[in-house]
């Protein structure tokens, strides 16, 4: 693909029709082309998820993701931006529930791990090495930090919530990577939302939840 065709606007003419039987109207274009990333990222791998490979998937011209994302790197960006949205407002949803300060924690470590159970693929690359140039896109550290942020204000703590963060999040990546098994081996990752809320009672039980 050359610089000319890299840059050049797509026309309706260019797009074949979508796998669901229509085109993409132009303003609904870079919404089916991150619905057509989730869904190889998840379903795939991250490695299957090329600029080519989104297009395929979405039914569009392989130039027509240009439009939107300048590079795969640019599309990855975007693909964590929104995973973060998606954790902070689980979380937030959490963290409305009332009890103790461990019933707290354990509900809101629920979520989280509720979170990388059905997306361990976007889990990974919200967090892993696959973004090397972080710093070059402020806006992802950002919504990084507002993880946090969120539970730390949940737990009217921050040093708390970074330490809760830090452990849930430890937990997840253990697992993820097949170091420790919760149960997950034989289960599946649906059990961990469970399993974590145990653990995190036992490491953040204070005196005050007898």
Known sequence: ???????????????????????????????????????????ESLAAL???AVARKAGVSHAAPYRHFPNHEALLVELSIEGFDELR?????AAKASGTESDKI???????????AARPALARLMFGGQLPNRDQFPALGLKADAIGQEIGAALHDSALGLAVWASVHGLAMLVLEN?????????????????SEIILRSLFATRGDD
């Open 179 to 195: 170091v420790i098994d919760l149960g997950q081996r034989r289960s599946g990752l649906h059990v961990l939302p469970a399993r």
């Open 106 to 116: 354990a509900t809101i470590g629920a979520a989280y791990m509720r979170f990388v």
């Open 50 to 52: 090329t600029l080519r």
């Open 1 to 43: 693909m050359n610089e000319e065709r890299d840059s050049r606007a797509t026309s309706p003419a260019d797009m074949p029709p979508a796998k669901s039987g229509r085109g993409y109207h132009h303003g609904d274009l870079r919404n089916g082309l991150l619905e057509a990333a989730r869904a190889i990222l998840e379903e």
């Open 89 to 93: 407002e689980q979380l937030a949803e």
